[in-house]
């Protein structure tokens, strides 16, 4: 029974051995993985005929918007043994092609959660890139009616508050889930593709107020942070705090401040550059946050619900969610050369040990509450570790006080947190999260009794999020190798590898998060 279930049951993993045969081993591994767990959501998730309110997070939209992502990917998966599916099709038949009759209202502007005409408007410009091979054959148009839904929805977005009424009650409107977040998300991405000269100008006013919409998530997060002040005192309080209830400030990724600030992050260095050192402040008092509970990320201020025996460990609620925003700003090199801080790898290295110890959550695989959700941040800081190195040790060395080209004193945590650290540990979730259900339904195949998800091929609660993990997991693999191969072959002298043609292959087709992001807006969420 589902209630006899633990919330995690032990770890009994070991971190994978980190050498190019590993590398190569699992990467085929998840390619096989990814094309089977391909078909299987196509073959169990219906094709729908028209839009319904549902969103990307657990809804048809969802399942569309990872085959395009697997199709943006396919070049890091194809193996030349058996042929893909066919990615983009299994997309496209998942996106209707009228426009949506759905309201907007002020409480639901991002594409993630339902009630919202923003995910299929997005769903809408995307297939419309895909249609053009991913800009390859053409500069698209798009429709006047996306565009002007785009527009009044941030229209929307600049008149609300930091609290918005909704179900008889006032909720936080910046979150991934619901929030300004999400559509700034959605501006992003729509301007990282290029559109012929028509749309381009219709585009500009609605492209035009991201700046804008990015000064009143940051107010709003300054306004969170004085209205809790007033009424709980100043001790545990941030520079930017989010409510997501009215009087509760939430931390996890889905509905608060770890989840805003990586998207935020996504703007342009011109445009984030005043705002860095209020980020920069509440990374740092979030990794305070994090360190003072051992590594958990609490869920919220002032506690929120009743006692748990024990803390949440997953992407909405949990320590993911600082790991995620922690890489996210590593790779930040303007805020990390201002505002790093020895706090940032002790958090790291605290809810790391979490996450390991208690993150193999009996819900299964999922993105939002299961293991390759919780596998999924330690890519991204592997990235951050890996190729990002120079600046993280030259703020390191700057906190100490040390010169640039000197090492780092023995016993320093940074001598701990390497790329291979990171990779071992989300390989090992990846690979065991092909034990979960629905793409595992042998029970004798494991010995982890993992539950049903309600929503067994959704993006975030179900298969189609496992696949797009593997899918990104085959991405970084592949420029790991490329990378390894690259330096094998000029003496181990890197210094030109981001010049190479095969690893920026590679690394174009590390997407991110779905719907969060951490590697910068590539043009799909």
Request: hydrophobic share 40%; proline share 6%; net charge negative.
């Amino acid at each position: 029974m589902a209630d006899e279930r633990p919330q995690f049951y032990e770890n009994h993993l070991s971190p994978l051995t980190i050498n190019t045969h590993s590398l190569a081993e699992s990467l085929q591994e998840l390619r096989i993985a990814v094309r089977n767990g391909a078909e299987l959501i196509h073959g169990n998730e219906p094709i729908p005929d028209k839009w319904t309110v549902g969103g990307m997070f657990k809804h048809f939209p969802g399942v569309a918007l990872a085959f395009l992502r697997l199709d943006y990917q396919s070049a890091v998966l194809a193996d030349g043994r058996e042929p893909s599916p066919d990615y983009r099709q299994h997309a496209l038949q998942r996106i209707p092609s009228d426009f949506p009759d759905i309201a907007l209202t002020p409480s639901r502007l991002s594409p993630a959660g339902s009630f919202s005409p923003i995910a299929a408007v997005t769903l809408r410009i995307l297939s419309v890139v895909a249609n053009a091979n991913w800009q390859t054959d053409a500069k698209p148009s798009l429709s006047q009616k996306d565009i002007t839904c785009l527009d009044d929805a941030t229209n929307l977005a600049l008149k609300n508050g930091p609290l918005v009424p909704h179900d008889d009650r006032n909720m936080g409107c910046d979150e991934m889930l619901y929030g300004r977040a999400g559509l700034l998300w959605v501006l992003l991405n729509v301007r990282a593709h290029e559109f012929d000269d028509e749309t381009q100008k219709a585009l500009s006013s609605v492209l035009n107020k991201i700046p804008e919409l990015l000064r009143v998530i940051i107010d709003a997060g300054r306004q969170g942070s004085k209205d809790y002040i007033q009424k709980n005192g100043d001790q545990d309080a941030h520079p930017l705090m989010y409510a997501w209830m009215e009087g509760h400030y939430c931390f996890g990724a889905v509905h608060g401040a770890t989840g805003i600030l990586p998207l935020l992050l996504a703007c342009k260095p011109e445009e984030l550059e005043e705002h860095l050192p209020v980020i920069g402040k509440t990374i740092t008092a979030l990794s305070r946050f994090t360190i003072s509970s051992n590594g958990h990320l609490p869920m919220a201020l002032p506690p929120f619900g009743s006692a748990r025996k024990s803390k949440l460990v997953q992407l909405c609620h949990g320590s993911p969610g600082i790991l995620i925003l922690l890489a996210t700003a590593l790779k930040n090199e303007a805020l990390t050369r201002k505002y790093w801080s020895p706090e940032w790898d002790q958090a790291i290295d605290l809810a790391t040990d979490r996450v390991w110890e208690e993150g193999i959550l009996s819900k299964g695989g999922s993105l939002c509450h299961g293991i390759s959700g919780n596998g999924w941040p330690w890519l991204m800081l592997h990235d951050a570790f890996q190729y990002h190195a120079q600046v993280i040790n030259s703020a390191r060395c700057d906190n100490l006080d040390l010169p640039h080209d000197s090492s780092l004193p023995e016993g320093h945590l940074g001598k701990k947190l390497t790329p291979d650290y990171f990779l071992s540990r989300a390989l090992a979730f990846m690979l065991h999260s092909r034990e979960t259900r629905p793409y595992n339904t042998a029970p004798e195949n494991t010995d982890r009794d993992y539950r049903m998800p309600d929503d067994p091929y959704s993006l975030f609660e179900g298969l189609a999020g496992n696949v797009c993990a593997w899918a990104e997991t085959c991405a970084v693999l592949q420029a790991r190798l490329r990378s390894a191969e690259y330096c094998r072959g000029t003496n181990a002298n890197s210094s030109g590898l981001t010049e190479d043609s095969v690893f920026q292959e590679a690394t174009s087709r590390t997407l991110g998060f779905p719907l969060i992001g951490g590697n910068g807006a590539h043009g799909l969420l």
